[in-house]
């Protein structure tokens, strides 16, 4: 994919890895939608990348996550690129994690990408390409994060059977799932505490691996804990 002139859609455009991406896709010449929960700091982003077109949403609000996609297309005038860069963590173990939390994991980090991708595939008409930010938990699931393993891995495989219905209309899939990133989201947990995680890889690393897998037209990007290193199709 060309990203210069991109018609791009980047939501959780605020966070410690969407902001990234949001700045190198500038770099590469992208025209840029953002979407994110803070309107001061969307908007604050949106000024310092050409005034981009900016939405707020919640993500527990599925009919607003399709509607900022929506709302992107027409602003842009198309669309051509979506990349999706929010989640929610929680911590504990299976059974000690109540209905409320995983109701809020599922709809937060399955279900509210899941629409905003539904809708851009719409949109895209058999062109363009989605980024989807998923986890490292979707391939190692982890005790202690039973839900939270739940949340990103049907995510992951959601994303793999579209990939197979998207693929003659045009429209590419990339599965992104880095390990664990100093990005402050094991911090705001809604249940439970964090353990003690070493990073796998730096935020600038996954930002640059994501942006030149959308460039290459690449599936997937995962980690492989043994190899302490990504790999990707």
């Known amino acids: 994919m060309e990203l210069s002139g991109t018609r791009t859609l980047v939501a959780g455009a605020t966070g410690a890895l969407g902001s990234g991406i949001v700045r190198a896709l500038h770099r590469e010449g992208a025209h840029l939608a953002l979407a994110g929960r803070d309107a001061t700091r969307l908007d604050a982003l949106a000024a310092e990348v050409g005034d981009a077109h900016s939405s707020t949403f919640e993500a527990l609000d599925l009919e607003r996550c399709a509607a900022v996609v929506d709302e992107a297309t027409d602003a842009l ?35 509210a990408p899941m629409a905003m991708v539904r809708q851009a595939v719409r949109r895209m008409e058999g062109n363009g390409t989605v980024a989807v930010l998923s986890a490292i938990l979707a391939d190692y699931p982890t005790a202690g994060m039973a839900a939270y393993t739940a949340s990103k891995a049907g995510l992951s495989a959601w994303l793999t059977a579209l990939r197979q219905e998207q693929r003659r209309k045009g429209v590419t899939i990339f599965d992104v799932r880095p390990p664990h990133l100093e990005t402050g989201l094991a911090e705001r947990a809604i249940a439970g505490e964090a353990p003690p995680m070493k990073a796998g890889a730096e935020v600038d690393e996954v930002v640059r691996l994501v942006v030149d897998g959308i460039r290459d037209g690449r599936r997937e990007l995962r980690y492989d804990l043994q190899k302490r290193e990504f790999a990707g199709r």
């Not at 198309?78 to 929010?86: E, K, N, P, Q, R």
């Not at 000690?96 to 279900?111: F, G, I, S």
Request: aromatic letters at 6%; charged letters at 15%; zero cysteines.
């Open 77 to 111: 005038g198309g669309l051509d690129l979506l990349v999706v860069a929010f989640g929610v963590a929680a911590f504990g173990p299976g059974e000690d994690t109540d209905d409320v939390v995983t109701e809020h994991l599922l709809t937060v980090n399955t279900m």
